[in-house]
């Protein structure tokens, strides 16, 4: 079956930097569009970036643009999140999730358990 | 910015009917799908393209988008569908999230 495996999270000091890793398998990883939902303790889900099947594309949310970046290697069927410059207000449970979709709305199939990045100091 | 608008809190009886809406300026133009989240766990996708259900999602699940409102519709609604609801389109490139309902099944 479909398994979405995030990893990377912990507790980062303000300012500072983190990089989250999702493994994908049971999955043809090279058809899905791939993207990153952050969910902060108690409040509602917040997309942050996607990326295409290809790796062409990448698309970000207002509040992380110029500060994460959004990455995949097929060949490891991963993709990844670099996340630099770090505030208070990105504590959150990071899901990696998956879609089929390659023009217009995505919608995503599958999710990830999460990774729970604290940034405090 | 896309904005899309859900109630925060919807109560239903077992066995009746649960609407839950989902307001964005014509939002009937555009493709919406909802997520299902129980505590400590990750979504689900229970409605994608406005209507349809991924397999598995029972068919008390159903979707309609008119106008500038989406509505999830859980038909005879049972104490399992407790859990907090999420719509989501698309917009200049970029994945929209409502802020969720709670659904209380009492």
């Known amino acids: 079956q479909v398994q979405l495996v995030e990893s990377g999270g912990g507790v980062v000091q303000p300012g500072r930097s983190l990089r989250l890793s999702c493994a994908a398998s049971g999955l043809t990883f090279s058809s899905y569009g791939m993207h990153w939902v952050r969910q902060a303790p108690g409040k509602g889900l917040e997309w942050v970036a996607g990326i295409w099947y290809d790796g062409t594309n990448k698309y970000y949310g207002d509040s992380v643009k110029g500060r994460f970046t959004i990455s995949r290697d097929n060949s490891k069927n991963t993709v990844y999140l670099q996340m630099n410059s770090l505030r208070a207000e990105d504590t959150a449970v990071f899901y990696c999730?998956?879609?089929?979709?390659?023009?217009?709305?995505?919608?995503?199939?599958?999710w990830g358990q999460g990774t729970l990045v604290t940034v405090s100091s | 910015s896309y904005e899309l608008t859900q109630p925060p809190s919807v109560s239903v009886s077992p066995g009746q009917t649960a609407s839950i809406t989902c307001s964005g300026d014509k939002l009937g133009d555009r493709y919406a799908c909802w997520y299902q989240q129980k505590p400590g766990q990750s979504p689900v996708l229970v409605i994608y393209?406005?209507?349809k259900r991924p397999s598995g999602i029972p068919e008390r699940f159903s979707g309609s988008n008119s106008g500038n409102t989406a509505t999830l519709t859980i038909s005879g609604t049972q104490a399992m569908d407790e859990a907090d609801y999420y719509c989501q389109a698309w917009d200049s490139s970029t994945v929209v999230f409502g802020g969720g309902t709670k659904l209380t099944v009492l």
């Open positions: 393209l406005d209507r």
């Open positions: 999730a998956a879609t089929t979709v390659t023009t217009g709305t995505p919608y995503f199939d599958y």
